[in-house]
């Protein structure tokens, strides 16, 4: 069984930054996919960016593009969303998910293991 713990969400401005954290427990951490994912009220979840086991795929939602850049650290069982720019679009209760698939997929149809979700709020 896998666990994944969020961090690293919060308020923030328009145009802020924030990074949140997906620490995992377990020893096939570096063998999973990961993805964040996020669901605004009223919405439905989406993938917002997906990294492959070894961190040399990744994926992104066409809205995040050039403003947010998902990686990992093996050694450490954590992946990362660094996230500029931030638009009040982006509030939503952000999720880190894995894979026991080892790509970058953009389904949350493939993703078994979830995390509590961390909120992230951007004001205008």
């Known amino acids: 069984q896998v666990q994944l713990v969020e961090s690293g969400g919060g308020l923030v401005q328009a145009g802020g930054s924030l990074r949140l954290s997906c620490t995992a427990s377990?020893?096939?951490?570096?063998?999973?996919?990961m993805g964040w994912f996020r669901q605004a009220p009223g919405k439905e979840r989406e993938i917002v960016a997906a990294?492959?086991?070894?961190?040399?795929?990744?994926n992104y939602a066409d809205s995040v593009v050039g403003r947010f850049t998902i990686s990992r650290d093996n050694t450490k069982n954590t992946v990362y969303l660094q996230m500029n720019s931030l638009r009040p679009e982006d509030t939503a209760v952000y999720y880190c998910?894995?894979?026991?698939?080892?790509?970058?997929?953009?389904?949350?149809?493939?993703?078994?293991?979830w995390g509590q979700g961390t909120q992230v709020t951007v004001s205008s």
């Open positions: 377990g020893r096939t951490f570096s063998s999973y996919g």
């Open positions: 990294i492959s086991w070894s961190g040399g795929s990744t």
């Open positions: 998910a894995g894979s026991i698939q080892s790509l970058a997929a953009t389904s949350s149809h493939r993703y078994v293991y």
